[in-house]
């Protein structure tokens, strides 16, 4: 694979991702009961925005940096100043320096009995995650014990991992898109995740080029037998197929009342991230009912 995460980091996708998938844990957090998050393609914990890829494809600038200035207004939604509070953590010094991979923003927010556990396939990627969840002391590095990172394909794993203990949870699914049956691939990874673990959330991250592709996933979810899919999008640009216009998460087995956090979140949110004369457009509805 060529896909390089370092080039997109923060930007309008991301930035939607890790603001739904932080509601999704504080949901599921709202019982004492712990939980494990599973990420089937983790990549980094951390993405340096001042330099390197970032600063070559600027593509943070119409993500995060809109979002920056205004963290700490009195008028900023409670979700996004949440989102915005785990990304300050990595800038103490108040530039916007560094961006978190989703493996990093989840850790923020585990609780002591909470686990984690992260496949990433790419040898680079996944020894940066070791590196990342590691404390070095005198006697060697000492791993974080409530993250296991695995060099493995994504998908492989979800047969071999789950169900993990705890029981309850949260399935991350967001590949990158460049196989040509990869939403084939992800859909199926979706099926398999919810046999084998259905007491977890499962989310598939998806982009938006255009209407096709995710017209072509929906109707798939629809023909595969699938209950309870909350489909949520946001679109920051007019649909064109030559450019990412948006993204979007299938939500399998949502908490409870995340249709209804969402839906008054995400229009907010699609007017703070919208570029140019677009006003911003999203999506929160059942594309299979529970």
């Known amino acids: 694979m060529n896909y390089r995460h370092e080039f997109h980091a923060g930007n309008a996708a991301d930035v939607f991702k890790h603001v739904v998938l932080l509601q999704l844990l504080r949901r599921l957090q ?29 593509e943070f600038q119409r993500g995060i940096a809109r979002l920056w200035p205004a963290r700490g207004a009195a008028d900023l939604p ?3 100043a949440d989102y915005l ?19 990093r ?40 014990p409530q993250v296991a990172v695995h060099q493995r394909d994504g998908y492989e794993a979800l047969a071999a991992l789950l169900p993990p203990t705890p029981r309850r949870g949260l399935v991350l699914i967001d590949p990158p ?21 259905p007491q977890a959330c499962t989310a598939l991250w998806y982009p938006i080029k255009g209407p096709l592709a995710a017209t072509l996933l929906h109707a798939a979810v629809l023909r595969s037998g699938l209950r309870d899919v909350l489909c949520v999008e946001l679109r920051t ?11 979007g998460l299938l939500l399998a087995g949502a908490p ?34 529970p």
């Not at 785990?86 to 991979?101: D, I, K, M, Q, W």
């Not at 898109?177 to 990874?189: C, N, S, T, V």
């Not at 209804?260 to 006003?279: I, N, S």
């Open 78 to 80: 409670p979700e996004v």
């Open 237 to 247: 640009r007019p649909e064109d197929p030559a450019v990412l216009s948006g993204s």
């Open 30 to 58: 709202l019982k004492p009961v712990p939980l494990c998050y599973v990420d089937t393609h983790a990549g980094r914990g951390r993405y340096a925005l001042d330099h390197g890829g970032a600063v070559r494809s600027r």
């Open 177 to 197: 898109y460049e196989r040509p049956d990869e939403f084939a691939a992800a859909l199926a990874g979706v099926e398999l995740a919810r046999r084998r673990w």
């Open 85 to 103: 509070g785990r990304v300050a953590e990595l800038n103490t010094s108040g530039a916007l320096v560094t961006y978190p991979g989703s493996p």
């Open 105 to 144: 923003l989840v850790r923020s927010v585990l609780r002591p009995d909470d686990r984690m556990i992260l496949c990433e396939l790419q040898p680079a990627e996944a020894a940066a995650l070791r590196d990342e969840f590691s404390v070095r002391t005198e006697h060697g590095p000492r791993r974080d």
């Open 256 to 289: 409870w009342q995340t249709d209804t956090v969402l839906g008054a979140l995400l229009p907010r949110l699609a007017t703070l991230l919208a570029e140019d004369e677009f006003p911003g457009d999203a999506r929160v509805d059942w594309l299979v009912p």
